[in-house]
T-cell receptor
Framework: EAQVTQNPRYLITVTGKKLTVTCSQN?????MSWYRQDPGLGLRQIYY???????DKGDVPEGYKVSRKEKRNFPLILESPSPNQTSLYFC????????????????FGPGTRLLVL | AQSVTQLGSHVSVSEGALVLLRCNYS??????LFWYVQYPNQGLQLLLK??????LVKGINGFEAEFKKSETSFHLTKPSAHMSDAAEYFC?????????????FGTGTRLKVLA
């Protein structure tokens, strides 16, 4: 089954304790991205990657890191989490090549709910 | 910078009535436009998108949207609401300016369908 998976789905941590949220897709998509969803603010893009070893900042990259060493994986790293990073996080992937009807259609993971105390 | 505005954070319609969710965008280049739906406790799912060509775009579940360049709008409609349409809807634009490949989402509209 074509899907984007995220782990963990729920995470409670404390300020300053480094954490990683994993994201994996099995559709061979070039583009992967991380978003955070906050009430009243919609989704805001944190980082994106257009292919292996190619990453770039979205609109809210502060406090986050990413890496793209393999095409299928795009982990989100919070080196020193703070309470203002409490949010619902989504990973997404999409093809950049191939059939026009498929390009730029983002497939979203189920989300990771993070609480930073 | 590109932006997306969704008018109305909450919209209520009766079952069987017309659904109209509004989206306006600002863009310095021809935009790619999207509508996504989010059901409770789930990720987002693409409803429809406009890239090029026909300005009236049909999507899943009977939804459609029309790209109106003169009005910078991409409103989502459905002729007859169903209870299963209750969800949150997000309009988004693909930002290709300055060599970027970002996506800008609106703040969302929560649709409530009344029996």
């Amino acid at each position: 089954e074509a899907q984007v998976t995220q782990n963990p789905r729920y995470l409670i941590t404390v300020t300053g304790k480094k954490l990683t949220v994993t994201c994996s897709q099995n559709m061979n998509h070039e583009y992967m991205s991380w978003y955070r969803q906050d009430p009243g603010l919609g989704l805001r893009q944190i980082y994106y990657s257009m292919n292996v070893e190619v990453t770039d900042k979205g609109d809210v990259p502060e406090g986050y890191k990413v890496s793209r060493k393999e095409k299928r994986n795009f982990p989100l790293i919070l080196e020193s989490p703070s309470p203002n990073q409490t949010s619902l996080y989504f990973c997404a992937s999409s093809p950049l090549t191939g059939l026009a009807r498929n390009k730029e259609t983002q497939y979203f993971g189920p989300g990771t709910r993070l609480l930073v105390l | 910078a590109q932006s997306v505005t969704q008018l109305g954070s909450h919209v209520s319609v009766s079952e069987g009535a017309l659904v109209l969710l509004r989206c306006n965008y600002s863009s310095s280049v021809p935009p790619y436009l999207f509508w996504y739906v989010q059901y409770p406790n789930q990720g987002l799912q693409l409803l429809l998108k406009y890239t090029t060509g026909a300005t009236l775009v049909k999507g899943i579940n009977g939804f459609e949207a029309e790209f109106k360049k003169s009005e910078t709008s991409f409103h989502l409609t459905k002729p007859s609401a169903h209870m299963s349409d209750a969800a949150e809807y997000f309009c988004a634009v693909s930002d290709r300016s300055s060599g970027t490949y970002k996506y800008i989402f609106g703040t969302g509209t929560r649709l409530k369908v009344l029996a």
